[in-house]
């Protein structure tokens, strides 16, 4: 048996149904039994590859990069969506927002996604130090939440000033794609204070405890399964990806090194604050 994780914090359960019935397609692909390992944080599951606990995972680009560090994963394929296998970082606030430019975060309640969220927490903090905000001082709260969707909800219903997240943009600039495009009545509610990047895309890897054998053949069913028109929709509602790409190291050395820079400079150093409302408040789970 194979077991296959994803940051499942804030999933719906008709997500979790979409993730069961892709993991149980890509398992007939690769001729293998697979489970499923539903993590409770990026770090959660990048912690379970350490441990063994998982052979193969869903990732954002930050935590992948951690893992091959430690030489613990290799990459399989990256994640498409909307064309492309890089996003963007946005800064979103509530539509009728005070807050127009990065300057007026200063003392405002911010949501993070996840310490290891590229497009949720580390990029954003580096853009906002680069025009001025120093994120180690500069707001009243910080929360993590552990997800994109429950980081626009946040914003939407004003328990936070303002949050981090991901965002596609067009070559011409525009935004095509945002996490607030999948809550409902977000997109009316929020709009774009600043954005950043562009940033490698997610990615599909393995353990390096798999043998080669093993990881070339989740590899093949992964790209098969991007382009069966039986199983495409399920990689769309249960990732929100196009397709799957074979993996090219494009944009992850730039990726490695302004995480370094920024772990050197003390911009990822944040102190949660406490919320009494997080634990049982179903809109912020999603």
Same mark, same amino acid.
């Given at each position: 048996m194979l077991v296959f994780g994803y940051a499942a914090e804030g999933a719906s359960t008709a997500l979790r149904?979409?993730?069961a019935q892709f993991s149980a397609a890509l398992g007939e692909l690769a001729h293998a039994e697979l489970a499923v390992y539903e993590a409770a944080s990026y770090e959660d599951l990048a912690q379970a590859m350490v441990r063994g606990e998982v052979d193969f995972a869903w990732l954002p680009p930050l935590a992948f990069v951690a893992l091959e560090r430690r030489g613990a994963a290799i990459p399989l394929v990256s994640a498409q969506r909307g064309g492309d296998t890089a996003f963007h970082?946005?800064?979103?606030? &509530?539509?009728g927002s005070a807050l127009h430019e990065p300057a007026d975060l200063a003392g405002a309640r911010a949501a993070w996604?996840?310490?290891?969220?590229?497009?949720?927490?580390v990029v954003p903090r580096v853009g906002l130090a680069a025009l001025g905000v120093d994120p180690r001082s500069a707001f009243a709260e910080?929360?993590?939440?552990n997800s994109h969707e429950a980081v626009v909800r946040a914003v939407v219903a004003g328990r936070a000033d303002f949050g981090a997240t991901y965002a596609g943009v067009s070559a011409a600039g525009e935004l095509t794609r945002? &996490?607030?495009?999948d809550v409902k009545g977000a997109a009316e509610a929020i709009r774009v204070l600043v954005r950043f990047g562009a940033i490698p895309g997610d990615v599909v890897a393995a353990s390096a405890r798999l043998t080669a054998e093993?990881?070339?053949e989740l590899t093949r069913s992964l790209l098969a399964i991007s382009q069966d028109p039986r199983h495409h929709v399920l990689l769309a509602e249960a990732f929100g990806?196009?397709?799957?790409?074979?993996?090219?190291s494009a944009g992850y050395d730039a990726l490695r090194r302004l995480a370094e820079e920024a772990s050197k400079r003390g911009l990822l150093e944040a102190d949660e604050d406490d919320d009494p409302d997080d634990e049982d408040d179903d809109s912020l789970q999603g």
């Open positions: 149904e979409r993730v970082s946005a800064i979103i606030v &509530a539509k996604v996840d310490r290891y969220s590229a497009s949720g927490y910080q929360r993590f939440l945002g &996490a607030w495009m093993k990881r070339d990806a196009d397709e799957f790409r074979p993996w090219v």
